[in-house]
C-alpha cells in the first residue's frame, strides 16, 4: 500500500516512464511497462474480465512536494501525479508549513491520479510524510507555531532547529528513553519541539493545543477520523516503546508533564502498525475532497523514510543475478535521498549505536528492529552550494540550451574537464565538510557547521562543477562514516539500496559506490550494476 515517490514538480503522467520516479515499495514490484499498463486499463474500461483489477492509492508527502501513485493489485504503477507545497522560512532555522496547504496538495494528485478511472475499482488508500509537527485546536483547528500568530503556519517542520535550547536539557536529563535514539536526542525530534511551544507559545498556542500530530498521522486521521497514531511515527520522533508504551517519567523530568496528565490525548493513546486499516475507512466528507469512494481502507501510516526503506530492504531481487540475492535482508542498507538521506538498517536484535537513531522495534519492517542513520541536509545542501555559486546564472542559461537539467549539465561538464584522470580526482584540492545543518549521525552534534577548503579566486562555471562534485563526495563519506558506526556496533552491511530524488543523479550514486566501496543498487536500473573502485 505504501509508496514514496521521487519528485518533478507540476507533472502528472501514466506508462513505462513512471517507474523512474518511484523510491517507495513499488519499487521492484512488477515490470511497469506500457503493455502491462494498457492491459490493466482495458480491463479496467471494457469492465468485462472476469478477474478485474482493483486499484489502490498511495501520497508520499516529501519536503518539497506532494506525489501519488495509483498502483493496481499486482503492484504495477499505473499513474503519478506531483505537486509542490509551500514552504516558510521566518527566521533562520525556523522552518514552518500548512497543514491545510499539505492536505489541499494530497487532493489534487490523488485527483490526478484516478482521471478517467472507474473508481469502484479502488479498494484503499495509504500516506507517508515527513516527520513535521501539526498542530491543532480542540476543534481539530491549525494553531500559528509562529510569534506572528499565522495560524496558517500550524506545522514545524522536521528540519526546524528553532529548539536548540530546548533539546540540550532534554539530553542533560540522560534519561533511559535516549538510549533509544542513538543516546542523543536530536532537535529534529517531537519532544524538544513542543517544550519550546510549551516556553515560547503559552498563549496563542500550548494552551490551545488539542492535538500533536506527526504529519503522517495527521493525514490518516483527516481522511478518517481516526486519532489513532502510527506506531512508527510515535517510536522513532517520540519516545514511544513498542514494549513499554510511554514513559511518564520522561515527560515529566522534561517539563511536559501536562501531556501525561490527560493521558496522553493530546499526543496519541490509541497505536496501530503501519499498514493496519483505520476505523470505518474514508470519511464521506475525506472521499469528497479527494475524489474517491467513502468507506474505503484507510492505512496506517508511515515517515517518508521509512515506507522508502520498506520498499528498498524488503524488494524481490531474484533472477538479477546481483551479488546481494541470497544474502539476508539484515545485511541491506537503504538509503532514502530526497532534501536529507536516512540510512535505515535492520537487525533481529537490538544494537545500540553511538549517534544513529533507534533500535526502534517493529516501526519500519515488523518483528525487526531498525537503526537509523541520517544526514539532515543533502539535497538541499547539493542545492545550496550550486544556487549560491557565481557561475550559477552561466549554468543555468547552458543547461537549459540543452534542455539538460543543471545536473545533468554539471556531471557531462565534469567529464569534459577530467580528462583522462577519474572524475573523483578532480578534487584533490578541494574540501567539503558538510554539516551545514549539523551533524544528525554518527556525530548528534548539532551544533557542527559546514566548511570548504581549497578555494581559489576563480568563479567560473568549472569551478562550480568541482565544488559540486566535492560536495557529492562529501556526503557520501558521509554515508560511509554511518556505516562504519553501524558495523562498529554489530550491523554487517553489504548492498546500498538508493531511492529518493538523488538516486537520479548517477555522479551521487556512483560516488556513493566508490566511497563506500560496496554494491550499489538505485531505483532507476535494477539490472546494471554501479562499478566499485
Ligand atoms: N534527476 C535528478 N538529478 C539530480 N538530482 C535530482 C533529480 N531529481 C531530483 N533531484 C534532487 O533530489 C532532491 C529532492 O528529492 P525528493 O525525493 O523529491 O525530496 P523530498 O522527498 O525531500 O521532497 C532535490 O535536491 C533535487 O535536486
Ligand atoms: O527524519 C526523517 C525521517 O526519519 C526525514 O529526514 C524527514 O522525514 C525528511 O524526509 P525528506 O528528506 O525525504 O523530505
Same mark, same amino acid.
Given at each position: 500500500m505504501?509508496?514514496s515517490?521521487?519528485?518533478?514538480?507540476?507533472?502528472?503522467?501514466?506508462?513505462?516512464?513512471?517507474?523512474?520516479?518511484?523510491k517507495?515499495?513499488?519499487?521492484?514490484?512488477?515490470?511497469?511497462?506500457?503493455?502491462l499498463?494498457?492491459?490493466?486499463?482495458?480491463t479496467?474500461?471494457?469492465?468485462?474480465?472476469?478477474?478485474?483489477?482493483? #486499484?489502490?492509492?498511495?501520497v508520499?508527502?516529501?519536503?518539497?512536494s506532494v506525489r /501519488?501513485?495509483l498502483?493496481?493489485?499486482?503492484?504495477?504503477?499505473?499513474?503519478?501525479?506531483?505537486?509542490p507545497?509551500?514552504?516558510?522560512e521566518?527566521?533562520?532555522?525556523?522552518?514552518?508549513?500548512s497543514?491545510e496547504?499539505?492536505?489541499?496538495a494530497?487532493?489534487?494528485?490523488t485527483?490526478?491520479?484516478?482521471?478517467g478511472?472507474?473508481?469502484?475499482?479502488?479498494?484503499?488508500?495509504g500516506?507517508?510524510?515527513?516527520?513535521?509537527?501539526?498542530?491543532?485546536?480542540?476543534?481539530?483547528?491549525p494553531?500559528?507555531?509562529?510569534?506572528?500568530?499565522?495560524s496558517h503556519?500550524n506545522?514545524?517542520?522536521?528540519?526546524?532547529?528553532? /529548539?536548540?535550547?530546548?533539546?540540550g536539557?532534554?539530553?542533560?536529563?540522560?534519561h533511559?528513553v535516549l538510549? #533509544?535514539?542513538?543516546?542523543?536526542m536530536?532537535?529534529?525530534?517531537?519532544?524538544?519541539?513542543l517544550?519550546?511551544?510549551?516556553?515560547?507559545?503559552?498563549?496563542?498556542?500550548w494552551?490551545?493545543a488539542?492535538?500533536?500530530?506527526?504529519?503522517?498521522?495527521? @493525514?490518516s486521521?483527516?481522511?478518517?477520523?481516526?486519532?489513532?497514531r502510527?506506531?512508527?511515527?510515535?517510536?522513532?520522533?517520540?519516545?514511544?516503546?513498542?514494549?513499554?508504551?510511554w514513559?511518564?517519567?520522561?515527560w515529566k523530568?522534561?517539563?511536559?508533564e501536562?501531556?501525561?496528565?490527560?493521558n #496522553?490525548?493530546?499526543?496519541?493513546?490509541?497505536? @496501530?502498525?503501519?499498514?493496519?486499516?483505520?476505523?470505518?475507512?474514508?470519511?464521506?466528507?475525506?472521499a469528497?475532497?479527494?475524489?474517491?469512494?467513502?468507506g474505503?481502507a484507510?492505512?496506517?501510516?508511515?515517515?517518508?523514510a521509512?515506507?522508502?526503506g520498506l520498499?528498498?530492504?524488503? /524488494?524481490d531481487v531474484r533472477?538479477?543475478?546481483?551479488?546481494?540475492?541470497?544474502?539476508p535482508?539484515?545485511s541491506?542498507?537503504a538509503?532514502?535521498?530526497?532534501?536529507s538521506?536516512?540510512?535505515?538498517?535492520?537487525?533481529?536484535?537490538?544494537i545500540?549505536?553511538?549517534?544513529v537513531?533507534?533500535?526502534?522495534?517493529?516501526?519500519m519492517?515488523?518483528?525487526f528492529?531498525?537503526?537509523?542513520?541520517?544526514q539532515?541536509?543533502?539535497?538541499k545542501?547539493?542545492?545550496?552550494?550550486?544556487?549560491?555559486?557565481?557561475?550559477?546564472?552561466?549554468?543555468?542559461?547552458?543547461?537549459? /540550451?540543452r534542455?539538460q537539467?543543471? #545536473?545533468?549539465?554539471?556531471?557531462?561538464?565534469?567529464?569534459?574537464?577530467k580528462?583522462?584522470?577519474?572524475?573523483?580526482f578532480?578534487?584533490?584540492?578541494?574540501?567539503v565538510?558538510?554539516?551545514?545543518h549539523?551533524?544528525?549521525s554518527?556525530?548528534?552534534?548539532?551544533?557542527?557547521?559546514g566548511m570548504?577548503?581549497?578555494?581559489?579566486?576563480s568563479?567560473?562555471?568549472?569551478?562550480?562543477?568541482?565544488?559540486?562534485?566535492a560536495?557529492?563526495?562529501a556526503?557520501?563519506f558521509?554515508?560511509?562514516?554511518?556505516?562504519?558506526?553501524m558495523?562498529?556496533?554489530?550491523?554487517?552491511?553489504?548492498?546500498l539500496?538508493?531511492?529518493?530524488?538523488?538516486?537520479?543523479n548517477?555522479?551521487?550514486?556512483?560516488?556513493?559506490?566508490?566511497?563506500?566501496?560496496?554494491?550499489?543498487?538505485?531505483e532507476?536500473?535494477?539490472e546494471?550494476c554501479v562499478?566499485k573502485?
Amino acid at each position: 500500500m505504501f509508496c514514496s515517490l521521487g519528485h518533478q514538480p507540476n507533472q502528472s503522467c501514466r506508462g513505462s516512464s513512471l517507474r523512474n520516479r518511484i523510491k517507495g515499495p513499488l519499487v521492484v514490484t512488477s515490470h511497469v511497462g506500457s503493455a502491462l499498463v494498457h492491459d490493466s486499463w482495458r480491463t479496467t474500461m471494457s469492465g468485462g474480465e472476469q478477474e478485474m483489477s482493483s #486499484y489502490y492509492v498511495g501520497v508520499d508527502v516529501g519536503t518539497g512536494s506532494v506525489r /501519488a501513485a495509483l498502483v493496481d493489485q499486482r503492484g504495477v504503477l499505473v499513474a503519478f501525479a506531483d505537486q509542490p507545497i509551500k514552504k516558510w522560512e521566518p527566521q533562520f532555522n525556523h522552518h514552518e508549513q500548512s497543514s491545510e496547504d499539505i492536505w489541499a496538495a494530497c487532493c489534487v494528485v490523488t485527483k490526478k491520479v484516478i482521471q478517467g478511472m472507474d473508481i469502484n475499482r479502488i479498494r484503499g488508500l495509504g500516506f507517508d510524510a515527513t516527520c513535521s509537527l501539526v498542530v491543532l485546536d480542540t476543534h481539530f483547528c491549525p494553531l500559528p507555531v509562529n510569534n506572528e500568530g499565522d495560524s496558517h503556519r500550524n506545522v514545524i517542520m522536521w528540519l526546524d532547529h528553532r /529548539a536548540v535550547n530546548q533539546v540540550g536539557r532534554i539530553n542533560k536529563t540522560k534519561h533511559s528513553v535516549l538510549q #533509544y535514539v542513538g543516546g542523543v536526542m536530536s532537535v529534529e525530534m517531537q519532544a524538544p519541539k513542543l517544550l519550546w511551544l510549551k516556553e515560547n507559545l503559552r498563549e496563542t498556542c500550548w494552551d490551545k493545543a488539542g492535538h500533536f500530530f506527526d504529519l503522517p498521522d495527521f @493525514l490518516s486521521w483527516k481522511a478518517t477520523g481516526v486519532t489513532a497514531r502510527s506506531l512508527c511515527s510515535l517510536v522513532c520522533k517520540w519516545t514511544y516503546s513498542a514494549d513499554k508504551g510511554w514513559d511518564d517519567s520522561f515527560w515529566k523530568m522534561v517539563g511536559l508533564e501536562d501531556l501525561v496528565a490527560d493521558n #496522553y490525548s493530546k499526543i496519541g493513546n490509541q497505536v @496501530l502498525p503501519p499498514g493496519a486499516p483505520l476505523g470505518s475507512g474514508l470519511t464521506p466528507e475525506a472521499a469528497r475532497e479527494l475524489g474517491l469512494p467513502p468507506g474505503i481502507a484507510v492505512a496506517t501510516s508511515l515517515i517518508d523514510a521509512h515506507a522508502g526503506g520498506l520498499g528498498v530492504i524488503g /524488494a524481490d531481487v531474484r533472477g538479477h543475478g546481483l551479488v546481494c540475492e541470497g544474502q539476508p535482508v539484515t545485511s541491506r542498507l537503504a538509503v532514502i535521498c530526497g532534501t536529507s538521506s536516512c540510512h535505515m538498517g535492520i537487525s533481529k536484535d537490538p544494537i545500540f549505536v553511538p549517534g544513529v537513531w533507534g533500535p526502534y522495534f517493529s516501526a519500519m519492517v515488523p518483528g525487526f528492529w531498525l537503526n537509523e542513520g541520517g544526514q539532515s541536509v543533502t539535497g538541499k545542501l547539493i542545492e545550496h552550494m550550486v544556487q549560491g555559486h557565481a557561475a550559477f546564472p552561466e549554468l543555468q542559461a547552458k543547461a537549459s /540550451a540543452r534542455c539538460q537539467s543543471i #545536473y545533468a549539465y554539471l556531471n557531462s561538464h565534469l567529464d569534459l574537464i577530467k580528462k583522462a584522470q577519474p572524475v573523483g580526482f578532480l578534487t584533490v584540492d578541494l574540501h567539503v565538510w558538510p554539516d551545514f545543518h549539523g551533524n544528525r549521525s554518527p556525530l548528534a552534534d548539532l551544533t557542527l557547521k559546514g566548511m570548504v577548503t581549497g578555494l581559489k579566486l576563480s568563479q567560473d562555471l568549472d569551478d562550480l562543477a568541482i565544488l559540486y562534485l566535492a560536495t557529492v563526495q562529501a556526503i557520501a563519506f558521509g554515508t560511509r562514516f554511518i556505516i562504519e558506526a553501524m558495523e562498529a556496533a554489530g550491523h554487517s552491511l553489504s548492498t546500498l539500496f538508493l531511492c529518493g530524488g538523488l538516486s537520479k543523479n548517477p555522479l551521487f550514486v556512483q560516488m556513493h559506490a566508490d566511497i563506500t566501496g560496496g554494491n550499489v543498487r538505485n531505483e532507476q536500473s535494477w539490472e546494471s550494476c554501479v562499478s566499485k573502485t
